[in-house]
């Protein structure tokens, strides 16, 4: 009743390292509990000294991609190479070999997911991608798995390590944005050019990952509103604390009557709310499901173990379910031209002016918001700041339109007597 | 390839009602997202103002579960009775004519997996019940197939709403327990004998149920070590609150060298611990892997609908994967009879005692924690309670063994200097 399955590993990295040591030290604790023989049968990477350190043994080392996909012995191949250019076609030609996948590239699943899940289908092979979102965290198999009985409302999650720990040195220790950068770069956290975690490009790939598989369509990362911590000041998360709110970079995906809202920005989120705690380098899922009500899955986001957890289990459900799981398109569904997503999103709103200490200023602030219908749950006048000639005020609104919330901001911004300071937008 | 699904269901209640509204509600969406057409063929319940209120059509009424069993439209049976009783009886009828079993019943699985399993195994059918724990937590589809390729060593949950309930408003109000337990009665939390929530038992089928699937045995749930919450005062969750610590009812399982340790009792962790802000009727559990580092599922504990999506996820997954799970069972390992259970298990501690007010006695209670090898992290001496004559002292231990910790407090409370007033396990 054993199965035997063979496996290979394209890149040797953080990932596929960690991918390599955990199914090598738990082969045989495979073969007990899911009575399933998962053999590495071939690695291919190029650093010799890496393969060494990992103790690859001679015969396992892949002289090249075509020598991994000609090898009937292996059944499944392990991309943990990254990027869009050779991970992309070294996937292909093993699907085409018939060949099935389990990667942890968001970048190329996100980019490239339609493309290789018809490839896929075509080869009657699977293409596994657990690792690509949140870790260890198996917030895929839960949406396909686990919650399918539900239409997703709305997901909101906390999907990127780096700039949670920055945001929360700035909120613990007051530091500011680029010491918190720095100390996130010293401790490995952040890269050398951190661009693609701190401007959010990371939490877009996810989201759009997440949210093709919780609305049963395909979300493509480009109609995600971005936006990323890099000119988050300190004094507004200082100031969002006294009205009892937490500052995350958050993914939001909301499924809506007037289409698909999926966002990815800083946000305001109520100090009770589940995922106010989650710090450092941890990540979580919230999501509400119209029968399941609210639940949330949390952990660690990165990391080699953690993502070689998601690696190896994907690889066990592709080796002992015949059935392959074709994520967002088990519908067969290939038009998504009918799919709309907003544009003009709806969102409750905090915002921090400065503005002249002189009689009228508010009542004319005020009337701006009437007139573009922005609707103020609360207006906080702060003490001047040394040194300031204006004075800080803050004000919060109910939800509105977001091109409603910009003209009123250039509106203020055109004016002498005012200037918005910051955005920031408030969720529940 | 639209595949047909029939189903049937017994017992209205709760779950069952929102079960079957559930599922005919989402017919169609089940039928465009999962490719698969369930539909109700037969519901069995004698309450027929329940049949009426819920809609069931008279076609789908079933007279008696012989015709239920007998009905070839019918592929899956989702049992919603509850109880070891009738619920057994049924779910035995269902499997030996090889239809597969969907259940939300704790106790039953609980206490008869085994018996059933094999049963479900000789007629080639499955047997599923996500919704026994944990409400919509998709916690039992995670160590099936999300977390399988760790090894898991410890898991710790807040699996019973009633409790954590209670706990809550313990801790938040300063109530009593036995006003907490009226409070929670009033708003349909807690039943109107509430033993098998506050004294463990609801908590202690879970977790036999979630410990046998994290450590691939059996864990009967005799062996869980159980106490309730009845007993605890408001006073030591206060005093505790000084010390940084949030008292929860857990339910513990850890994997160790000594054995399997599985115990429910109140047990006290750290205020910034995941699980410390899991509130109200809220369940959670957090559960450490050795690939993946520590992750937590929190949700709605129960509720019609949540442990509907929990029951009719099921139902999908034993629909679209031909392959049956026997949950604890996938190894075909049938002796169990050399699993090793810890009977005496390592804790910390929290000890509150009333002292005589008088040198000498801190010295006294000092070396007999010493003698027994228990050692001391922390003492503190509270001002005395009006009309009492003895001074409140709060003594936090290092891990030591719980048998030691019984002799001391015997000891202790045969002099006549001082008593042990609570002890409170305490868990990192």
Avoid: W
């Amino acid at each position: 009743m054993k199965k035997r399955v063979g496996v290979a590993i394209l890149g040797l990295g953080v990932v596929g390292g960690g991918t390599y040591r955990t199914l090598v030290d738990h082969r045989e604790f495979y073969l007990k509990t899911q009575n399933v023989d998962i053999v590495v049968e071939s690695v291919l990477d190029k650093n010799t000294a890496r393969l060494k350190e990992l103790g690859v043994p001679e015969e396992c080392i892949a002289g090249s991609i075509a020598e991994v996909v000609a090898n009937p012995a292996i059944d499944i191949v392990i991309e943990t190479i990254g990027g869009v250019g050779v991970a992309k076609e070294f996937v292909m030609m093993a699907l085409k070999e018939g060949k099935s996948v389990v990667t942890a590239n968001k970048e190329m699943i996100s980019k490239c997911s339609h493309e290789l899940e018809r490839i896929a289908k075509r080869n009657s092979c699977g293409l596994y991608y657990e690792a690509s979102c949140v870790g260890g965290v198996p917030i895929i198999r839960t949406l396909l798995d686990g919650v399918q009985a539900n239409h997703v409302l709305e997901m909101m999650g906390i999907v990127n390590g780096t700039t949670n720990y920055i945001l929360t040195k700035m909120t613990q220790d007051g530091t500011d944005y680029q010491t918190a950068l720095k100390e996130a770069q010293a401790l490995g956290y952040a890269e050398f050019d951190p661009t693609n975690d701190v401007e959010g490009f990371d939490s877009t790939y996810k989201l759009s990952i997440l949210s093709s598989m919780a609305f049963h369509t395909k979300v493509p990362y480009t109609k995600v509103h971005r936006e990323g911590i890099s000119s988050v000041k300190v004094e507004d998360i200082t100031i969002g604390k006294e009205f009892g709110y937490t500052l995350k970079l958050l993914a939001i995906g909301k499924n809506t009557p007037s289409g698909i809202d999926v966002r990815v920005h800083p946000t305001f989120i109520p100090d009770a709310h589940p995922l106010a705690s989650v710090n450092d380098a941890y990540n979580a899922v919230y999501l509400r499901g119209d029968a399941l009500d609210d639940i949330m899955l949390y952990g660690k986001g990165a990391g080699a173990f953690p993502t070689a957890s998601a690696v190896v289990s994907d690889v066990i459900y592709a080796a002992t379910h015949s059935e392959i799981k074709y994520s967002t398109f088990k519908n067969n569904a290939t038009a998504d031209s009918d799919v709309k997503f907003v544009t003009d999103f709806s969102s409750a709103y905090y915002i921090r002016l400065s503005v002249d200490d002189q009689a009228g200023v508010l009542a004319k602030i005020s009337s701006i918001f009437a007139k573009y219908g922005i609707s103020i749950v609360e207006i906080a006048q702060k003490s001047k700041n040394a040194g300031e000639e204006r004075v800080p005020l803050i004000i919060i609104t109910h939800k509105t339109h977001e091109n409603a919330m910009k003209n009123a901001v250039a509106k203020i911004n055109a004016s002498d007597m005012a200037a918005v300071e910051a955005v920031i937008r408030v969720e529940a």
